[in-house]
């Protein structure tokens, strides 16, 4: 189980000057990213950042809402709760309770898929690593213990090879990310943003 800390995590100041980003992770084929993981800090409202060819699913993990205005439809960005959409999509954020940080899982579709959900305690499960793909563990609240390894809030752990003992008391939370990787003659090559 590879871990990266939050506290090891590099603020990079957007252009506009509206949040900061912290890459956790991404991976790599040869020639191209095939997904990212990061957090961001959100501190005004303002446009969303192109990102054509990949899909989006965001999370806010803490913090108050967020109205994403787009052409089609408004979508409401809450608390624990995973949203999906085109990268492309022209979106604009509104700020409905103050600043707030998200996390964001992107994906290229043609490579790769992917889906997050909420993990509450009280719990314990196994976690491995899918055959062709990724599975990782962003914590939400409290201190979730990997082969009793504790886990602050901001941690992201991947699995490996082996199975790892997942154990989550009534307090602890998480978000389990899992990708699917669909070409599986194109290497992707995990990159941590701790190394």
């Given at each position: ?11 990079l100041p957007?252009k506009?000057?509206g949040?900061i980003t912290?890459?956790i ?7 191209q ?7 961001a800090?959100?501190?005004?409202d ?10 989006r ?5 803490s ?11 408004p979508l409401?960005?809450t ?8 990268g ?6 509104q700020?409905t ?11 290229n579709?043609?490579?790769c ?8 305690g009280?719990?314990?499960k ?12 962003h ?12 886990l ?8 490996d090879?082996?199975?790892q ?9 998480a ?9 599986q003659?194109?290497?992707?090559k ?6």
């Amino acid at each position: 189980m590879q871990v990266v800390k939050c506290t090891e995590l590099t603020d990079l100041p957007w252009k506009n000057g509206g949040g900061i980003t912290r890459n956790i992770a991404k991976g790599r084929t040869t020639d191209q990213v095939a997904w990212t993981i990061s957090r961001a800090d959100v501190a005004q409202d303002g446009p969303f950042s192109d990102f054509a060819g990949m899909i989006r699913i965001l999370t806010v993990v803490s913090g108050g809402k967020m109205a994403l205005i787009t052409p089609e439809k408004p979508l409401e960005a809450t608390l624990w709760t995973p949203i999906r959409f085109d990268g492309g999509l022209p979106v604009s954020a509104q700020l409905t309770d103050g600043p707030l940080t998200d996390l964001n899982l992107m994906f290229n579709p043609t490579l790769c898929d992917g889906q997050v959900k909420v993990l509450r305690g009280p719990m314990e499960k196994i976690i491995s690593s899918p055959a062709q793909g990724l599975r990782a563990l962003h914590v939400l609240a409290g201190t979730p213990r990997i082969n009793e390894i504790p886990l602050a809030i901001g941690d992201t752990a991947f699995a490996d090879d082996a199975d790892q003992t997942l154990s989550m008391a009534s307090t602890d939370a998480a978000l389990e990310i899992r990708l699917t990787y669909l070409d599986q003659t194109e290497a992707i090559k995990l990159c941590s943003a701790a190394r």
